[in-house]
């Protein structure tokens, strides 16, 4: 079955450190996308990507970063500059254009200790 | 600014009872419009989009909305709640005369459905 599959489910980080978020599709989407999910804030885009090898900061990118070398493969990596990474983070991805919507996976719920 | 709004953080109903979930968007330019669900520690599921034509649009688990461009609004209906459809339900809009290629996302209402 196709989708997308995000690991770890969960991840608990020390302060100072970076930490890397998986996101990969079998859904041959062109674009992909991560959003951060905080109570009562809704999703805020944090980065996206149309094709590989190109990516556009969304509205909170300080502090995170993302590479796109293949299609199917979007990982985030959370940097120690981010001040306040504890969140619930979904990764989405689209067959390209605005008609259509995202298939989101499952989440992953990084938790500073 | 272009920008979403959903009315209400928390909505309940009793089972049976009419769900009414609110959207504004604030845009010159009419947008495309999605509702999504997320049951908890899950991520989100589309139950319907709007884009061009029928304003009226039906979606999955018995939902749709209603398209209006006076109003700028994309509101959410069933016209029986079950207690299945207690989740939290975001809107999202893919404004049109922007170069931004994402959604945006409303701030979601929690919608609690009591027996």
């Known amino acids: 079955d196709g989708g997308i599959t995000q690991s770890p489910k969960y991840l608990f980080r020390k302060e100072g450190q970076n930490v890397t978020l998986s996101c990969e599709q079998n859904?041959?989407?062109?674009?992909m996308y991560w959003y951060r999910q905080d109570p009562g804030q809704g999703l805020r885009l944090i980065y996206y990507?149309?094709?590989?090898?190109?990516?556009q900061k969304g509205d909170i990118a300080e502090g995170y970063s993302v590479s796109r070398e293949k299609k199917e493969s979007f990982p985030l990596t959370v940097t120690s500059a981010q001040k306040n990474p504890t969140a619930f983070y979904l990764c989405?991805?689209?067959?390209?254009?605005?008609?259509?919507?995202?298939?989101f996976g499952s989440g992953t719920r990084l938790t500073v200790v | 600014a272009q920008s979403v709004t959903q009315l209400g953080s928390h909505v309940s109903v009793s089972e049976g009872a009419l769900v009414l979930l609110r959207c504004n968007y604030s845009?010159?330019?009419?947008?495309?419009l999605f509702w999504y669900v997320q049951y908890p520690n899950q991520g989100l599921q589309l139950l319907l989009k709007?884009?061009?034509?029928?304003?009226l649009v039906k979606g999955i688990n018995g939902f749709e909305a209603e398209f209006k461009k006076s109003e700028t609004s994309f509101h959410l209906t069933k016209p029986s709640a079950h207690m299945s459809d207690a989740a939290e339900y975001f809107c999202?809009?893919?404004?049109?005369?922007?170069?931004?290629?994402?959604?945006?996302f409303g701030s979601g209402t929690r919608l609690q459905v009591q027996p």
């Open positions: 989405a991805s689209t067959a390209g254009g605005r008609v259509y919507g995202y298939t």
């Open positions: 859904l041959n989407h062109d674009a």
């Open positions: 990507s149309q094709i590989v090898n190109d990516f």
């Open positions: 845009s010159s330019v009419p947008p495309y």
């Open positions: 709007y884009t061009t034509g029928a304003t």
């Open positions: 999202a809009v893919s404004f049109m005369d922007t170069g931004r290629r994402a959604l945006t």
